[in-house]
């Protein structure tokens, strides 16, 4: 179990290595704008190899979402915070379909399940215009299932925003005029990323869903309040046996060489100016992606 202590230590640490960064420093000396911003990502991509050396298992790496990186200063004008968290802690919506394009029984379930707690008026159209949306071809499942036809400006493939899953539930909208699919927390059960969910990362909601028979507060218990990081299946089956005939099919549990994408969420302030920075991080090939301002 990591000691508040410790935890105190690591992060007095970070903000060391963070403003020992000469251009960190820099930034913070001078006003930014989007330009000086990505030289700040540019500043991190290099400093978070050092910062996560020691991420060498799942313990260490659920330590590592649990300790805010923070620099600030001497005269307090500049602060930067980021934080680290996993996309992998919800249903990935693409997985719906096979890499050949057959529909995935066992994540249709999942929707299945989703539907009986929050029913809709039409789940067939749902899944029809998912499909649709993943399948590169135009041939409809359904009356105007396939939403590229009619907008040029969407397009076909794995789904990779709540923007583009938004236009799709619109779409729905249209079709059935049913707006109780909007009471869905769908933030809560669906992301963009990964083919199985890291078991320590994972939602409590989805692991309700999942799993029904399982009382909430035994969930979070397992989720939100557990003290260490599961560090194998075997381990986590132990605690809940439950968890066996799913765990190969929806989770993993992080490896060193596992590639695995971390979200840096960052924050700037100077003054009264702010920033807000997401981009992807690489913990194989320490590479950063997908740099978006906010």
């Known amino acids: ?3 508040l202590v ?15 960064s000469s251009r960190i420093t820099r930034l913070g000396e001078n006003s930014f704008s989007q330009s000086t911003s990505m030289l700040l990502v540019s500043d991190l991509e290099r400093q978070l190899p050092t910062l996560l050396a020691s991420v ?23 602060t930067l915070q980021a934080r680290l968290a996993s996309p992998y802690k919800r249903v990935n919506i693409n ?28 789940a067939d159209i749902f899944l029809k215009l998912i499909f649709d949306t993943i399948d590169l071809d135009t041939a409809e499942r359904g009356v105007d299932t396939e939403i590229v036809l009619t907008r040029p400006d969407f397009k076909n493939g794995p789904i990779a925003s709540e923007h583009q899953f938004y236009i799709i539930l619109e779409r729905y909208i249209e079709l059935t005029g049913d707006t109780t699919i909007l009471s869905i927390a769908w933030d809560k059960y669906i992301g963009y ?6 078991f320590n990362a994972v939602n409590p909601e989805v692991l309700s869903l999942m799993i029904p028979s399982i009382a909430p507060e035994r969930v979070r218990a397992l989720t939100l309040y557990r003290t260490k ?4 299946k075997e ?3 132990a605690v809940e046996p439950l968890l066996a005939p799913l765990f190969d099919t929806y989770f993993f549990i992080y490896k060193p060489g596992t590639s695995y994408n971390l ?7 100077q003054n009264f100016r702010k920033e807000h920075v997401k981009f992807f991080y690489n913990l194989t090939t320490k590479k950063v992606q997908y740099v978006e301002f906010i």
């Open 193 to 198: 990323e990964g083919d199985k969910m890291d």
């Open 95 to 122: 997985l719906l379909l096979t890499n050949d394009g057959k529909v995935n029984d066992p994540y249709v379930t999942l929707f299945t399940k989703l539907f009986a707690v929050y029913p809709i008026a039409d």
């Open 235 to 237: 381990e986590a089956i």
């Open 56 to 78: 060498t298992g799942a313990e260490q790496l659920d330590l590592a979402f649990r300790i805010p990186l923070q620099l600030e200063t001497k005269k307090g004008d500049f």
């Open 1 to 3: 179990m990591m000691t």
């Open 263 to 269: 979200i840096c969420d960052v924050r700037l302030q």
């Open 6 to 20: 410790l935890i105190t230590v690591l992060m007095g640490l970070v903000s060391l290595i963070l403003t020992q």
């Open 229 to 232: 990081a599961y560090t194998t």
